[in-house]
């Protein structure tokens, strides 16, 4: 990243703090309510941190930066290696496949898909690892597609118009990474 860009991110940084910091805080509280040790509270604090920043940047900006999905991956790393988390292999195939997925839907749609969503996607994969990623994805689209339902009927945007994404994959991933594993159990309950 030149210095360019990293002066970009930091002033949109401390432009934005404060949406940022209010959905870390949320996502504290709410990962406190959900999850016991304080190790899945502080991933879950962490996890909020950043999925607040891509929303925000993603909706005032259409950007999700590099160097703020580096930051996330580099903490996905750190957060497993201190939980002795042994799926390495598992999660990088699960984010190759988010990834896959992504660029997959940006071909056939001749670019509706944007890189960053793309990589999102990708750290997502990693962070969440199977099924969380796959329950995070199907929330993303249901919110996506719902959100840009909404939008025609109140004609506010055209089937041309573009949407970013990622906010609804931020969304995605939060319930996912909360409740991927009772939803997955009620999945294969049905």
């Not at 900006?61 to 598992?90: N, Q």
């Not at 962070?127 to 597609?145: E, H, N, R």
């Amino acid at each position: 990243m030149n210095e360019a860009e990293l002066k970009l991110t930091r002033e949109l940084f401390n432009r934005h703090m404060v949406w940022i910091l209010m959905g870390t805080i949320i996502g504290r509280i709410w990962s406190a309510c959900v999850f016991e040790t304080p190790m899945e509270i502080i991933h879950g604090t962490v996890f909020a941190f950043f999925l607040s920043g891509i929303a925000v940047f993603d909706i005032k900006y259409g950007l999700i930066f590099d160097r703020w999905l580096l930051g996330m991956l580099g903490c996905a790393v750190l957060l497993h290696f201190m939980k002795g988390y042994d799926g390495w292999i598992s999660s990088l195939v699960c984010a190759a496949a988010a990834f896959a997925l992504l660029l997959f839907l940006r071909v056939i749609t001749r670019g509706g898909m944007g890189g960053g969503d793309i990589k999102l996607a990708f750290v997502l994969g990693f962070w969440l690892s199977w099924p969380k990623t796959l329950a995070a994805i199907v929330f993303a689209f249901w919110f996506g597609g719902a959100a840009a339902a909404f939008l025609l009927m109140k004609r506010k945007k055209t089937m041309k118009s573009r949407i970013p994404f990622g906010p609804f994959l931020a969304a995605g991933a939060w319930l996912a990474f909360l409740y991927g594993n009772a939803v997955w159990a009620w999945i294969q309950g049905i």
